[in-house]
């Protein structure tokens, strides 16, 4: 690959983001935390109000749980979230509050894989480690028309090790956000710019006709489709609410739903609100809400809420799609 034409491009077309005009590893450990499985234009505005809200390390470690989510309603994936909120408080106890800047103690962290670590260890110490995301994935694949199934480790191992071999004759602050920008402004998952990309004298798939057909990624399994009953029971002004144990949305909170019919309380039905449906990565939920009175005693997990304050607590989208019903 001509690393020079890549970095040089980079330096004319780059986009402007926040978390790119900076080489601080927190700020950048916690744009690749959101920028996982979530568009960029998406994540910019969560990641200025994390920011000024928690400008350091310490302030991360220091939140509470439940007030750290209300941060990040919305972006979905919230383990990833309690994963960053350990590992800050890892940070503050085991090395000062001073972020690592090695990569064998960045990959301790939870939450941390090698290519969030690669991502901070070139971005933010300048030194040579790959990140390689899907992005890169697409962007080597056609340049070198790599045809092996990009959803088999192994064939993604060997495109992280020709990726290794390019950051290591590159500047690696400039190459690792090179490459990235190009698979999302340019090398784009379908209809690629090829006649403005940098590497088109040299890319392979360019020259064969192939751009559209690269990678190749074998179909994913379906998802799972799960069908609730989600219940607002209304008390007055009051309303229930439960917050989840399950590892899937852990710690965000949701109005009662359940699967099956046989249910541990009785109620009566006084509407039906509306059907709707949320698809995660390999799950599809699909919702019907139920306004129900409660003839029974209400579970002890549940928790009574005024309705005016439903907002103070951490939701998920799923369920908030649920509260626009009310
Ligand atoms: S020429 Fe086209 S397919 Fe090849 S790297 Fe550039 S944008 Fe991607």
């Not at 950048?28 to 499985?37: A, G, H, P, R």
């Not at 070198?144 to 192994?154: E, F, G, Q, Y």
């Not at 951490?314 to 908030?320: F, N």
Request: charged share 25%.
């Amino acid at each position: 690959m001509n690393i020079n034409k890549l970095e040089n491009w980079y330096a004319d077309h780059h986009r402007k983001l926040p978390f790119r005009e900076t080489k601080d590893p927190y700020h950048i450990w916690v744009s690749e935390v959101m920028l996982q499985q979530t568009q960029v234009e998406t994540v910019i505005p969560y990641f200025e109000r994390f920011i000024k809200r928690l400008p350091s390390i310490h302030d991360l470690a220091a939140i509470e749980e439940e007030k750290l989510f209300s941060l990040i309603q919305g972006l979905g994936y919230y383990r990833r979230f309690k994963n960053l909120h350990k590992a800050a408080k890892i940070v503050v106890t085991q090395h000062k509050g001073i972020f690592p800047s090695s990569f064998k103690e960045v990959r301790k962290l939870p939450g941390i894989g090698d290519y969030t670590a690669g991502a901070i260890m070139s971005i933010a110490y300048n030194k040579p480690y790959n990140a390689t995301d899907g992005n890169v994935i697409r962007v080597l694949s056609r340049l070198m028309n790599i045809n092996d199934d990009m959803r088999i480790d192994k064939n993604k191992k060997q495109i992280t090790a020709i990726n290794q071999s390019f950051i290591e004759k590159a500047n690696p602050n400039i190459y690792t956000q090179a490459i990235m920008e190009l698979g999302a402004l340019i090398c784009r998952p379908i209809h690629p710019k090829c006649k403005l990309c940098p590497l088109n004298s040299e890319c392979l798939a360019y020259k064969n006709n192939l751009q559209n057909t690269l990678p190749n990624l074998s179909k994913k399994p379906e998802k799972k489709l799960i069908q609730y009953k989600v219940f607002i029971i209304r008390d007055n002004n009051y309303l229930y609410l439960r917050k989840r144990k399950e590892k899937l949305l852990g710690g965000m909170y949701e109005f009662p739903q359940f699967e099956e019919d046989l249910l541990p309380f009785d109620y009566h039905v006084i509407k039906v609100l509306g059907h709707k449906k949320h698809i995660f990565t390999h799950l599809i939920w699909e919702m019907k809400a139920l306004e129900v009175k409660l003839i029974s005693e209400p579970l002890d997990e549940w928790i009574k809420i005024s309705i005016d304050d439903l907002k103070l607590y951490p939701m998920a989208t799923a369920h908030k799609k649920i509260a626009n019903l009310l």
